[in-house]
T-cell receptor, first 112, second 112 residues
Framework: KQEVTQIPAALSVPEGENLVLNCSFT??????LQWFRQDPGKGLTSLLL?????REQTSGRLNASLDKSSGRSTLYIAASQPGDSATYLC???????????FGTGTLLAVQP | NAGVTQTPKFQVLKTGQSMTLQCAQD?????MSWYRQDPGMGLRLIHY???????DQGEVPNGYNVSRSTTEDFPLRLLSAAPSQTSVYFC???????????FGQGTRLTVV
């Protein structure tokens, strides 16, 4: 059974710092991996989608990497801003039925 | 462009009552799904659909029913509400298997 873990559960950094969020999964037979952002009381906003054949994806200050063989993905945020404060979730897609298996998220606070 | 729309945003039910959570998408997506989000447990899949007329169970289907009569709509029915169904419910859709998933803003349900 696929399990997804995100460490740390919470992270506080000063504005301007570069940071890395981690996501690990137990079954490397994934179709893709998606990173989401969730603001308090809101829905999930898709940030980046990495297909199993890809190693990384970039969008603005965000860069996500994927290492299927080791069961790991990282989300790199450059030059963090207070507006980046949110919960970041990763989810793996096993493919056959398009189901997403989520981690429990990392709560990020960027201090001004 | 509305994306995925969920109604209502908030709902309080008494134990034993029934209700339907609505989900509609205007992106002509084939895949739709329902998740519930509980503290410390992440998002868990309730039911999903790979197209009109086709539905299947997810990880936590007990107490919920779904149907998919059109591509656009995927309602979730609570048959007899229980306090254990107090949660935040999210509807998601994607165009193809393995494509980027889009989420609604959620329905916060309290069962007393």
């Amino acid at each position: 059974k696929q399990e997804v873990t995100q460490i740390p559960a919470a992270l506080s950094v000063p504005e301007g710092e570069n940071l890395v969020l981690n996501c690990s999964f137990t079954d490397s037979a994934i179709y893709n991996l998606q990173w989401f952002r969730q603001d308090p009381g809101k829905g999930l906003t898709s940030l980046l989608l990495i297909q199993s054949s890809q190693r990384e994806q970039t969008s603005g200050r965000l860069n996500a990497s994927l290492d299927k063989s080791s069961g790991r993905s990282t989300l790199y945020i450059a030059a963090s801003q207070p507006g980046d404060s949110a919960t970041y979730l990763c989810a793996v897609n096993g493919g056959a039925t398009n189901k997403l298996i989520f981690g429990t998220g990392t709560l990020l606070a960027v201090q001004p | 462009n509305a994306g995925v729309t969920q109604t209502p945003k908030f709902q309080v039910l008494k134990t034993g009552q029934s209700m339907t959570l609505q989900c509609a998408q205007d992106m002509n997506h084939e895949y739709m799904s329902w998740y519930r989000q509980d503290p410390g447990m992440g998002l868990r899949l309730i039911h999903y659909s790979v197209g009109a007329g086709i539905t299947d169970q997810g990880e936590v289907p007990n107490g919920y029913n779904v149907s998919r009569s059109t591509t656009e709509d995927f309602p979730l029915r609570l048959l007899s509400a229980a306090p254990s169904q107090t949660s935040v419910y999210f509807c998601a859709s994607s165009y193809l298997r393995g494509a980027e998933a889009f989420f609604g803003q959620g329905t916060r349900l309290t069962v007393v």
